[in-house]
Every structure is written in structure tokens, then in C-alpha cells.
Nanobody
């Protein structure tokens, strides 16, 4: 059974940091791409970042570039999203997804809430 489990969300003040984790199981982790998405209440889901485990290439949305860093630990089947300099507009439920490449996802996690207070 494929599972993606996010953790690490919470409440943080503006300017603070959080590290999200996406623990994967049930598929060949190092052959997949893992993406992070977020969705704020009343807004569309938007992509945040992606990493391809085959070659380590990363991608970032313009609104997080320079503040967020995605990384992967293939030995632990876990992808991390280090979020620094957080802003209130980063408040959202954050989800990870897995697929054969960035932009094409087959599996989704249940999400973890990030709330940034001003």
C-alpha cells in the first residue's frame, strides 16, 4: 500500500522557520519525483516545490524561491521542505505528492497545517 505521511506543521511567527517531512512507503522511492503543494482556505491548490529522486533536480515556485529548500533522504524514504523567513501568506495546508516526474503525481498525502502569525 502506498503511503505518504506529512509532518512538521505548526504555528510559527512571521520570520520563523519550520521543516516539513514527507515519509513515503509502498513504492520505489528513489525512482519517483516528490512534490510539495499547499492550499489556503478559499484558494486554489498551488505548487511549492518538487525534487526528482533519480537525479536530485529541484524546482521552486517563484513565491518561495530563496526561502524554502527541498531535499531528499533516499535512505529514509523521506523528503523535507525547509521553510525559512515564513510570511503570513504562507499559511496553508501543505501536501506532498509522488509521481514519475514533477507535475505528474499519482499519490497524495493527507496534509499538515502551517500557520504563520503576523
Amino acid at each position: 500500500e502506498v503511503q505518504l505521511v506529512e509532518s512538521g506543521g505548526g504555528l510559527v511567527q512571521a520570520g520563523g522557520s519550520l521543516r516539513l517531512s514527507c515519509a513515503a512507503s509502498g513504492f520505489t522511492f528513489d525512482g519517483y519525483a516528490i512534490g510539495w503543494f499547499r492550499q489556503a482556505p478559499g484558494k486554489e491548490r498551488e505548487g511549492v516545490s518538487c525534487i526528482t529522486n533519480t537525479d536530485g533536480l529541484t524546482r521552486y515556485a517563484k513565491y518561495v524561491k530563496g526561502r524554502f529548500t527541498i531535499s531528499s533522504d533516499n535512505a529514509k524514504n523521506t523528503v523535507y521542505l525547509q521553510m525559512n523567513s515564513l510570511k503570513p501568506e504562507d499559511t496553508a495546508a501543505y501536501y506532498c505528492a509522488a509521481g514519475e516526474k514533477c507535475g505528474r503525481y499519482d499519490y497524495w498525502g493527507q496534509g499538515t497545517q502551517v500557520t504563520v502569525s503576523s
